[in-house]
């Protein structure tokens, strides 16, 4: 006989696909797959601190009545799947702080066009995940709330800014949980974690209610434990939205149906600018081996150059900055969130945003500020956007001869908790092969290929050119297909 906690692990080890399919064939329920993500949350979250609330009484609530609406013949996508949100996407009556102070206690009256999308097929909210502030972070150090602990090993980050959705998928307490990609921000976790993260084009899916860090590079995306699993959330997600100026209007193809094509033939890019001096050695032998995995597959290599790789950063860091001054404006007090009192308004806002903003939405503010000031815009700001259309550029050249661009998702694994938080430009260095996607507007994805010796996951990146979804989606397919790290998972 199968014990509880046996039965509890069985369910909580499924993801999207899986956990669809026994709810359709009848093996357990949804209140039986909801309450046992909630039990795991409960038994293992306070090693992890991967989430910053959970919603128990309306997700079995929810999960009840999709069982109910099942045995009616409802057959929608993902009915009675408990999914995670991170916590700067806007979920309607539960509270959504950008893991900020200045925003504790604030409940929105309206959920993102994301979330919605999810829960209208069928999906259940389990709670809401640790992020860094306002996700202006690659480690989840930055959190108001207290830092997130990677579950492969607890004395190390678990990436970010979305380090709370990839913490929890990969230690199982929820099968999937929506990220969000800045500069890297799903892709980056996902690798440090061991698990799957898709950052769609800019304009596949809608930014309505999303809290806005840079609006010209913000992308929602899915953190999940297969490739299958994120073609099916990007489906249910992705389209046009009246709501969003930016979302693109074309139709949303069958994604999983891209899966299962061959790879003969397929046109793989490698970036000698992102294979340099700095990169972890065991990294960069998982990646390469991966590589030659794709050859066996069919696939054709191809060197390839990306010139201005090296001022993608730079440019990155005025560009975000400047975007995250005008978007974090609107915190003053007054409209929603923390409010403190001072003897003339200015005197209110500043006390305000003193009091509310952590150390790193400071230095940010500040930055951005400085980039846009008269006379300093031409030189920095205006400047940073001529280079990005040069980046851009790069990649429009690059995938004129190739259909797919792989390299690291990141330069190391999961370094240790406080290891880099008094040194911001080598925390920034760990985006180094993430940004440019966000600047020129492409989609990609990380898939866990390998561990190093300490046992720490290692991510390798696909990136495609803009609507170019299915080709990574179907190159990552074959080869996650043709490995076992997907099937690794940490034991907590």
């Not at 259940?124 to 492969?152: C, H, Q, V």
């Not at 929602?220 to 249910?236: H, M, Q, W």
């Not at 340099?276 to 066996?296: C, F, H």
Request: one cysteine or more; hydrophobic letters at 40%.
């Amino acid at each position: 006989m199968i014990g509880c906690r046996d039965a509890t692990k069985q369910l909580t080890s499924m993801g999207v696909a899986d956990a669809r399919a026994g709810l359709v064939a009848g093996q357990f329920t949804s209140v039986d797959l909801t309450q046992a993500f909630l039990q795991r949350i409960e038994r293992v979250d306070g090693s992890l601190h991967a989430f910053l609330r959970t919603t128990p009484t309306t997700a079995l609530a929810a999960a009840a009545e999709a069982d109910r609406a099942r045995a009616d013949g409802d057959s929608r996508p993902l009915l009675g799947v408990p999914l995670a949100i991170k916590d700067v996407l806007m979920t309607k009556g539960v509270e959504t702080t950008a893991g900020s102070r200045i925003l504790e206690g604030f409940v929105p009256p309206y959920s993102a066009t994301a979330v919605e999308k999810l829960e209208a097929a069928g999906a259940i909210l389990l709670g809401k995940t640790n992020t860094d502030e306002f996700a202006m972070g690659s480690s989840t150090e930055n959190s108001g709330y207290g830092p997130t602990r990677n579950p492969w090993d607890l004395e190390r980050v678990p990436g970010g800014s979305s380090g709370g959705s990839a913490a929890a998928v990969a230690a199982d307490e929820a099968p999937a949980a929506l990220g969000t990609d800045t500069g890297g921000s799903v892709r980056q976790p996902a690798a440090l974690c061991g698990v799957v993260g898709l950052k769609p084009s800019y304009g596949r899916v809608s930014r309505y209610g999303l809290i806005a860090y840079g609006s010209s590079l913000d992308q929602i995306g899915p953190i999940t434990k297969t490739v299958a699993d994120a073609a099916l959330l990007l489906e249910v997600m992705a389209g046009a939205d009246h709501r969003d100026s930016t979302t693109m209007p074309v139709d949303v193809p069958n994604f999983s149906a891209a899966l299962n094509r061959d790879i003969a033939g397929l046109r793989v890019g490698i970036p000698h600018e992102y294979f340099v001096e700095g990169i972890q050695a065991e990294v960069e032998e998982s990646v390469r081996s991966a590589i030659e995995q794709l050859a066996d597959l069919g696939a054709e290599i191809v060197p390839i150059h990306l010139p201005n790789t090296e001022l993608a950063l730079p440019v990155y860091y005025l560009v975000v900055t400047a975007e995250a001054s005008a978007n974090l404006a609107r915190f003053d007090g007054i409209r929603f969130g923390l409010s403190v009192d001072g003897e003339t308004i200015f005197d209110h806002f500043r006390q305000t945003r003193g009091a509310g903003f952590g150390p790193e939405v400071k230095r940010r503010i500040m930055l951005g500020t400085y980039a846009l000031s008269t006379g300093y815009y031409d030189a920095y700001y205006l400047k940073a956007q001529q280079v990005r259309t040069l980046i851009k550029q790069d990649f429009d050249s690059a995938f004129a001869e190739v259909d797919v661009i792989v390299s690291p998702t990141s330069p190391t694994t999961a370094f240790r908790i406080g290891e880099k938080v008094d040194d911001p430009l080598a925390m920034i260095l760990t985006d180094i092969f993430t940004t440019s996607a966000n600047l020129a507007g492409l989609c990609g994805i990380s898939i866990p290929c390998g561990f190093d010796a300490g046992g720490l996951p290692i991510g390798l990146q696909l990136l495609g050119p803009s609507l170019g979804e299915e080709k990574i989606l179907q190159a990552a397919y074959a080869y996650e297909q043709s490995t076992e790290w997907r099937l690794r998972r940490p034991e907590l």
